[in-house]
């Protein structure tokens, strides 16, 4: 591969080339690693299912469990309604955590400018690195032999002019895929695939989006962006353009941990109050256990909460101290999360998020 200095070009203009790395299965694929002997058997992980009777959701399965129709989200009472013989692993954050940033320790090297973006994937802006698509293919399946060598893991990986392509493209061949859209051909790659597949666009507005006629992604490319614009807002405006397959968002680097959030989204939306205050007490435990592994306290604590129709709130407050104790997390956020909690209205998403973070290095030297 010919090595430039200077950003490809496309008579004079210069062209954006981007990739979207994702881990396969990641958390289950880890643990098949950790436990070899369960490798090629159904692996779930998440809460314990405790024979039926456990509270709590999948947080994700491997390829052999989702054959039974495991999914990422789901009650883990169903998960064992459907598959009672699975493995059942409890989620070891801290261990792929590590892993995770082995992987992108990796992946920043090959990128002009780098972006993670959740605990499995990150988008490369790798412009300069490459002559054109053929040489990003080149360049992702180093990527990829280099992640396989090092951490024994798979992962697929989108090319696109663009952050957007590059994230449909990296979930066209699942598992182990290298999926190449070059800017020509945008349109007719994204015009079949089912509208959901756009971010952001949820089971509401595609049944929205549906209830017009609306099923594929060509379906929204073709359709009058005014009367879009009348339906939808600003929204509907920016559903068109993603539709045609244009997104000038840059590949952000982010240099400072500001922040640490979990969230789930329920497999199916609930008004099951119980099931919401226990998700959200997992979710404080999870994203507190990142907290004391990084050696941080935290001084403001936010819930987010997503109703079935997408409306979001979140809400925060900030203690008068730093700390790193889970009561302190768990109760704010149970008091934080109460006024959103209203008997007519599903629950499509809840989140916690810690921030003001300070570093036991910086505490230190504060002390
Ligand atoms: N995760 C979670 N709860 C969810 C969704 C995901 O805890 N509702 C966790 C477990 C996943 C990891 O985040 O392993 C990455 O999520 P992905 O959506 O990328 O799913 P996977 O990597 O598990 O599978 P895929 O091969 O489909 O990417
Ligand atoms: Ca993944
Ligand atoms: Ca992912």
Not at 42 to 52: H, L, R, S
Not at 339 to 358: M, P, Y
Request: proline share 3%.
């Amino acid at each position: 591969m010919r090595k430039r200095d200077q950003r490809t070009e496309c008579e004079g203009q210069s062209i954006r080339i981007i990739f979207h790395v994702d881990m396969d299965y990641f958390f289950a694929a880890v643990e098949e690693n950790e436990h070899p002997e369960h490798k090629g058997k159904p692996i779930v992980v998440g809460a314990n299912p405790k024979e039926g009777k456990g509270r709590g959701v999948v947080s994700t399965s491997n390829y052999e469990a989702r054959e039974f129709g495991i999914r990422s989200g789901m009650p883990i009472s169903r998960a064992w309604q459907r598959c009672p013989h699975a493995v059942y692993l409890p989620v070891d954050y801290k261990l792929y955590t590590e892993v995770s940033s082995r992987i992108m320790k990796i992946l920043r090297r090959y990128a002009d400018k780098f972006e993670q973006w959740g605990i499995d994937e990150a988008f490369l802006d790798v412009s300069s690195k490459v002559e054109d698509y053929e040489d990003a293919r080149e360049l992702a399946q180093e990527i990829k032999t280099e992640i396989y060598r090092n951490e024994k893991l798979t992962c697929s990986v989108g090319i696109g002019p663009n952050k957007l392509v590059a994230k449909i493209a990296s979930d066209f061949e699942k598992p182990n895929g290298l999926t190449v859209v070059e800017e020509k051909d945008v349109e007719a790659f994204l015009a079949p695939l089912p509208v959901n597949k756009l971010l952001y666009v949820g089971k509401k507005t595609t049944r929205r989006l549906n209830a017009l006629g609306i099923e594929t992604i060509g379906d929204l490319a073709n359709y009058d962006p005014s009367m879009l614009a009348e339906k939808f807002g600003v929204w509907g405006g920016q559903m068109y353009l993603s539709a045609h397959g244009i997104d000038h968002s840059e590949v952000q680097e982010r240099w400072e941990i500001k922040s640490m959030s979990r969230d789930t989204t329920f497999d199916e939306d609930t008004s099951d109050v119980d099931f919401i205050l226990e998700t959200l007490d997992a979710l404080a435990e999870t994203v507190h256990k990142q907290l004391v592994e990084s050696n941080f306290t935290c001084k403001t604590v936010t819930v987010k909460m997503r109703y079935e129709n997408f409306e979001t709130h979140t809400h925060g407050r900030t203690l008068p101290f730093q700390t790193n104790r889970l009561e302190d997390v768990q109760k704010t956020a149970r008091e934080l999360i109460h006024e959103f909690l209203r008997g007519d209205r599903k629950v499509r998403l809840v989140g916690v998020k810690l921030s003001n973070l300070v570093s036991g290095e910086k505490q230190k030297r504060l002390l």
